[in-house]
């Protein structure tokens, strides 16, 4: 008897855009692009979803591994890329059936490495666009020239038939109870098969929404919580202004009143002089009330001129401040800028070595998992870690902080009437962004009477 050759399968990788399938190749060919052989300008400074194909001789999908790529400014596949697509295809566990039976399915709810899901991506299952379709009838039309294999018919030998007994050539045979059993049991079992079939890809379809969900709200929630502190600051930037101006008018107007009651006592004063010497004689009188008037809008318009002057005075200065303050912060800039760039020369440059020979940065942050941190991203990450992970699961940093401590230690915050905390043992909640302050940081007891004193 001649051995039964294992089916020869085919590797290719997919490329997809907005569109849906842009691009197909075989393996080598994505090899050569990954030792940067070959670049491919049109993916330039992206970060592109592929999806990892084995195809059999049939033209039929055997395993998908859907993973990111990311490129640089001149189209080339990032160095320190290093999934490894053939154990995740072989490891991954089962998915929807694409014609030659449940193929395996290597996706970021459903991967067989952990620490390798971040580097991964859900397709979509929607029934107006299904990427697994897409990659079915794709293999179908067989853009990568895939020799096919033609179904050969069975030959039986001849040694192997057996003639039945010429009495029972023409009698159909009967059906007993045993093959009726053995039948039906055939029947449920692949019934049984199928359902299966049909749960594990409802659950695939609904796991991958529910992913797809809780990004889409957390950045939401991100992008509110930025707008609302930009708001805020910009608030309180506008009532300390108000109050500076409130201040300098209420200055302004003192000093008003003041001068005003001066004017009315010299007034008053020019006024009983004038009285006192209408009793010389009127003439006398005329020519001081002449002098009073003309002296009093002397007056007057002196002191008008000496508060523009002061004005004036007081608008060049603030205008002269502004320019030195202008200049003083942008000197203290550029030297922060100069400090910056002279502690940091040293490790910057060994960091571009060690970029340069293949080191990837790598940091666990729990919540976010591995993170894979570029070069260009270290000085930020330095700066603020818990910012950076925070970030990468789309939550704020004091959502994070919060959720930490709470990922630490699972225990209930709220307070007891004697003062110490409750610390009765609650669930973990393992993503920050399902995680609810007040709610997920409670016992059900505390949240409860949190739920009953808010309605009171």
């Known amino acids: 008897m001649s051995k039964l050759k294992k089916p020869q399968l085919v590797e290719a990788v997919v490329f997809y855009n907005d569109r849906g399938i842009c691009k197909q190749m ?20 992206s970060q592109v979803r592929l999806a990892y194909l084995m195809i059999n001789a049939r033209l ?19 160095t320190g890329w290093n999934l490894p697509l053939r154990q995740l295809a072989e490891r991954a566990g089962r998915g929807p059936d694409l014609g030659a039976g449940p193929i395996r399915l290597a996706c970021r709810s459903q991967c067989p490495v952990s620490w390798q899901q971040m580097h991964l991506w ?31 018919p069975q030959v039986l030998d001849a040694e192997r038939l057996q003639v039945a007994q010429e009495d029972s050539w ?6 007993t109870k045993e093959m009726a059993e053995q039948l039906a ?19 695939l379809r609904l796991s991958s929404l529910n992913q797809q969900n809780e990004e889409a709200l957390a950045r939401v929630r991100q992008a509110a919580d930025q707008s609302n502190s930009a708001l805020q600051e910009q608030m309180r930037a506008l009532q300390h202004a108000l109050r500076q101006q409130e201040e300098v008018n209420a200055g302004l107007q003192a000093q008003l009143a003041g001068e005003t009651e001066r004017y009315q006592a010299s007034r008053e004063e020019m006024a009983l002089q004038m009285r006192a010497l209408e009793r010389h004689g009127r003439t006398e009188a005329d020519i001081l009330r002449a002098q009073f008037e003309g002296e009093l809008q002397a007056r007057v318009d002196a ?18 401040r502004d320019q030195v303050d202008a200049q003083l912060q942008a000197e203290i800039n550029r030297l922060r800028q100069e400090c910056e760039a002279l502690e940091g020369q040293s490790g910057q440059q060994v960091l571009e070595r060690l970029s340069q020979l293949g080191v990837v940065f790598v940091v666990y942050h ?79 007891r505390h949240r409860a009477g949190g739920r009953l004193r808010t309605a009171g």
């Not at 603020?384 to 225990?411: D, G, I, M």
């Open 26 to 45: 075989l393996y080598s060919e994505f090899e050569a692009i990954l030792d940067g052989v070959v670049g491919l300008p049109e993916f330039a400074d």
């Open 60 to 78: 039929q999908v055997r395993s998908v591994v859907f993973f990111y790529l990311d490129f640089d400014e001149d189209g080339r596949a990032d």
């Open 122 to 152: 859900d397709p979509s299952l929607n029934a107006d666009c299904n990427d697994l379709a897409l990659l079915r009838d794709a293999v179908k039309v067989n853009s990568l020239g895939v020799l096919v294999e033609e179904e050969a």
């Open 170 to 175: 023409y009698a159909p045979p009967e059906i």
């Open 185 to 203: 049991e055939k029947m449920e079992k692949e019934h049984r098969l199928k359902t299966a079939q049909l749960v594990r890809q409802q659950r």
């Open 303 to 320: 002191a008008v001129n000496e508060y523009r002057e002061q004005l004036a005075i007081r608008d060049v200065e603030l205008a002269y």
């Open 366 to 444: 729990p919540g976010a998992g591995h993170l894979t941190i570029p070069l260009t991203d270290i000085p930020r990450y330095q700066d603020n870690p818990q910012a950076y992970a925070a970030a990468k699961c789309f939550v704020s940093e004091t959502q994070y902080r919060q959720w930490l401590a709470h990922y630490q230690q699972p225990t209930c915050e709220a307070s007891l009437p004697s003062g110490e905390r409750c610390s009765m043992p609650i669930d973990r909640v393992e993503a920050p962004s399902r995680f609810v302050v007040g709610e997920s940081n409670c016992c059900p």
